[in-house]
């Protein structure tokens, strides 16, 4: 029963493909809590915002009614995939932390806490 249940949730979650969501967990029921050494309940909420793409970074336009914010290197929306994966303004520093271009590898392979040091080099992890 609970196989048939999954296969149905798993269905309608694969036709919402363009869900922002559905890059970082194309599976539903997959585990994506790499906690590691030294992981503070900070770190797991940055974490966790992130996956889910909601920081106060990149969605605090909605609360204070503003426009949603551009980055200035490139006249890019400014997302959380962005800021990971696609910035060009970021590569240099992004290449010392890791090198993937896919968020579903990003959060399973790569050490979370390289991915708060890269945040943290940018000065962004503060905002997070």
């Given at each position: 029963m609970n196989a048939h249940i999954n296969s149905i949730w798993q269905r309608d979650w694969d036709a919402e493909g363009a869900n922002k969501l559905h890059e970082v967990l194309p599976n539903l029921g997959e585990d994506l809590h790499r906690r590691g050494e030294g992981a503070g309940r900070k770190r797991e909420t940055a974490m966790c915002r992130l996956r889910v793409g909601h920081t106060w970074l990149t969605q605090s336009y909605?609360?204070?009614?503003?426009?949603?914010?551009?980055?200035?290197?490139?006249?890019?929306?400014?997302?959380?995939?962005?800021?990971?994966?696609?910035?060009?303004?970021?590569?240099?520093?992004?290449?010392?932390?890791?090198?993937?271009?896919?968020?579903?590898?990003?959060f399973r392979e790569v050490n979370p806490s390289r991915i708060v040091g890269y945040l943290k080099d940018l000065g962004v992890y503060g905002n997070i």
């Open positions: 909605l609360l204070n009614n503003e426009q949603q914010p551009f980055c200035y290197a490139c006249d890019s929306l400014y997302t959380v995939r962005h800021i990971l994966i696609d910035c060009p303004d970021f590569q240099d520093t992004r290449r010392k932390y890791f090198s993937v271009t896919d968020m579903y590898i990003l």
